[in-house]
């Protein structure tokens, strides 16, 4: 079945970078769009960004466009969020989310990004 | 930009009792590109409907989606213990939207 695993989250100081992952494995990784979804504590969910079935074409929240990059490497069925200059605001869980036409079929279990000095 | 409006914030019903819940779209929206998710305490989402209609796979049938104008409901027909949680709208349109999610909790 279709699995999603999260990494590369945890504690970074206000401006600083971190770059997270997603390895997908029980589909085809290559035919599917990957997007990223986050949420806050205690709020609802936000939309990141979303990544072509080929990383052709990428699209961003106009809250994050410049500050964060996503990619695939299809080789390594894997999807990646670079977050540069970081915020506090940006501390949440980061889901990694598979594309399912105009909706999100299946969700990592998420990473935790805390943004603290 | 299209905003989802989610009613009631919090709905507190028993189990076997009928749930019925509101997204209401600021615009005219298509129905294709509307979904609802169940979000449990600790866990992340799961999608349980997309073209506002279409159940996703594995998805009991007492859950039901249907829409009114730019109204979005979701239903579910008898309640179960493991149906009470955070349900959210979400709209595909310039971007990804989200509604601000309906806490649903045991009366």
């Known amino acids: 079945q279709v699995h999603l695993v999260e990494s590369g989250g945890g504690v970074v100081q206000p401006g600083r970078s971190l770059r997270l992952s997603c390895i997908a494995s029980?589909?085809?990784?290559?035919?599917?769009?990957m997007h990223w979804v986050r949420q806050a504590p205690g709020k609802g969910l936000e939309w990141m960004a979303v990544?072509?079935?080929?990383?052709?074409?990428?699209y961003y929240s106009d809250s994050v466009k410049g500050r964060f990059t996503i990619s695939r490497d299809n080789s390594k069925t894997t999807v990646y969020l670079q977050l540069n200059s970081l915020r506090e605001a940006d501390t949440a869980t980061y889901y990694c989310?598979?594309?399912?036409?105009?909706?999100?079929?299946?969700w990592g279990q998420g990473t935790l990004v805390t943004v603290s000095s | 930009e299209i905003v989802l409006t989610q009613s009631p914030g919090t709905l507190s019903l028993s189990p076997g009792e009928r749930a019925t819940l509101s997204c209401r779209a600021s615009?005219?929206?298509?129905?294709?590109?509307l979904g609802w998710y169940l979000q449990k305490p600790g866990q992340a989402p799961r999608l349980l409907i997309y073209?506002?209609?279409s159940r996703a796979t594995g998805i009991p049938d007492r859950f039901s989606g249907s829409e009114s104008g730019t109204d979005f409901i979701l239903t579910i027909s008898r309640l179960q213990p493991e149906d009470f949680a955070v349900y959210y709208c979400?709209?595909?349109?310039?971007?990804?939207?989200f509604g601000q999610g309906t806490k649903l909790q045991i009366k």
């Open positions: 989310v598979r594309g399912g036409g105009y909706s999100f079929d299946f």
């Open positions: 029980g589909f085809t990784f290559s035919d599917y769009g």
């Open positions: 990544v072509s079935y080929d990383g052709s074409n990428t």
């Open positions: 615009q005219s929206v298509s129905s294709s590109y």
């Open positions: 073209g506002a209609s």
């Open positions: 979400q709209y595909y349109g310039r971007s990804y939207t």
